[in-house]
């Protein structure tokens, strides 16, 4: 039989307005050849975003019914809203053996680490505080309080970087996701992920 290496989840996850939607973008972009997964959400469409492309919009009825029906791989509250991540793409995606890639807050990447410890775990990071929070209000769609509550979140948020495989400063676009490509690059050259191939050329010396 011979081997078929599974795609690989990479989970990309960081404080609330470091950017990991711009990253994602950015690397779409560049054609950097990830998979990318579609959140369902109980979030009510901002402007220009369509359902089914940005995310599934859901009721709460709708997204509880995802959850006692199992059909979330993780999902997490997040400033009054519900978010998850669809299991049959996730699994789908990595049997066909391509790689996918999850734009998550960090409760939901915590619980991909129970269910999926072999996961790439990528920690987005802002160059300090002050950034983020110039983030956060530079998107301009936020209210004061809800600025602060981000900013109270994202402060706890950054507490979980040890939970990670690597951080990735997001001090320029390009540079993150130059970075990502290399982790993605590297982590597809892993032992643990290869050596069964290796085993089934046993046996076989090219002549
Ligand atoms: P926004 O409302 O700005 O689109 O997203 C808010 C937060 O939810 C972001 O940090 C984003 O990464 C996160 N998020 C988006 N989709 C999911 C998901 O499927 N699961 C989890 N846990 N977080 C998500």
């Known amino acids: ?64 019914q995802m959850i006692d029906q199992d059909k979330l791989l993780e999902w997490a509250e997040y400033v009054g809203n519900c978010y998850g991540t669809p299991v049959d793409y996730v699994r789908d995606t990595i049997n066909a053996g391509k790689d996918v890639i999850l734009e998550i807050e960090v409760q939901g990447a915590l619980q991909i680490k129970q269910r999926f410890p072999e996961a790439c775990f990528i920690f987005l990071a802002p160059p300090n505080l002050r950034e983020l929070k110039n983030r956060i209000m530079g998107r301009g769609t936020e209210t004061a309080a809800l600025i602060e509550s981000r900013m109270t979140v994202a402060k706890s948020e950054m507490e979980l970087m040890q939970n990670y495989n690597y951080v990735v400063e997001n001090d320029q676009v390009d540079k993150a996701c130059d970075r990502i490509e290399a982790i993605v690059r590297a982590e597809h050259c892993r032992v643990d992920r290869l050596i069964e191939k290796y085993k089934h050329l046993e046996g076989d010396d090219g002549q």
């Open 1 to 64: 039989m011979s081997f078929k290496e599974k795609g690989l989840l990479v989970v990309l996850s960081g404080p609330s307005g470091v950017g990991k939607g711009t990253v994602c973008k950015a690397l779409r972009k560049r054609g950097t050849d990830l998979q990318y997964s579609i959140s369902a959400t109980t979030r009510k469409p901002r402007e220009g975003e369509i359902d089914g492309v940005h995310y599934f919009f859901k009721t709460r009825d709708q997204f509880q």
